[in-house]
């Protein structure tokens, strides 16, 4: 069965580094998303992205983070200067449609020390 | 700003006890309501979409309805692998993409 896979399943970094988590998600899927949900909290929208270009993002998706599809594959999302509140688990998913059914990744869990 | 609410925060059943849990829901204009099971250390994995009050589905075990102000995810004779936390989502007629999710209900289900 196809399904959404992420990279690294753990990061740990240094507060002010730049860190990117990758995504390969389901082939055929058009509607990539971005998720995050910090420990014992609810999952919260990040970012979405279609045709190449962010269709809506959340106030938390503010300057230091990005989202890209370099190629036909991958989805990134870089964290340019982490921050400790960016500790939380990210979860990468995907849909064939402009649906709520989405299809999440296992997830990144990222430690910002 | 739409809002969701679960209850309980964690129930405990016993093997084959049913029961039913709880979310309540806030939004300007319902584009669907979405149920997903959690797994520890897991991302969500979905399970109903229901778009309109009076609206149900099943598989397995597990049933959802859906009024105008909240949805109900009934477990009939639950087993042990029913163990998750389940999560309830919204999607707004206002958003392309963004769902908004509570904090869901933690089971677990003994023998």
């Known amino acids: 069965e196809p399904e959404v896979t992420q990279t690294p399943s753990h990061q740990v970094t240094q507060m002010g580094q730049e860190v990117i988590l990758r995504c390969v998600p389901i082939s055929n899927h058009l509607y990539f998303y971005w998720y995050r949900q910090i420990l014992g909290q609810k999952v919260e929208f990040l970012v979405s992205f279609y045709n190449n270009e962010i269709s809506e993002k959340s106030e938390i998706f503010d300057d230091q983070f990005s989202v890209e599809r370099p190629d036909g594959s991958n989805f990134t999302l870089k964290i340019r200067s982490t921050k400790l509140e960016d500790s939380a688990m990210y979860f990468c998913?995907?849909?064939?449609?402009?649906?709520?059914?989405?299809?999440f990744g296992e997830g990144s869990r990222l430690t910002v020390l | 700003e739409d809002q969701v609410t679960q209850s309980p925060e964690a129930l405990r059943l016993q093997e084959g006890e049913s029961s039913s849990l709880n979310c309540s829901y806030t939004?300007?204009?319902?584009?669907?309501l979405f149920w997903y099971r959690q797994d520890p250390g897991k991302g969500p994995e979905f399970l109903f979409t229901?778009?309109?009050a009076g609206e149900e589905k099943e598989k397995e075990r597990l049933k959802a309805t859906l009024t105008k102000k909240e949805s109900f995810l009934h477990i009939t004779a639950p087993k042990p692998e029913d163990s998750a936390t389940y999560l309830c989502a919204v999607l707004n007629t206002g958003t392309a993409s963004k769902l908004t999710f509570g904090t869901g209900t933690r089971l677990q289900v003994t023998l």
């Open positions: 229901l778009y309109s």
């Open positions: 998913a995907s849909t064939q449609g402009n649906t709520g059914e989405l299809f």
């Open positions: 939004v300007s204009g319902l584009r669907g």
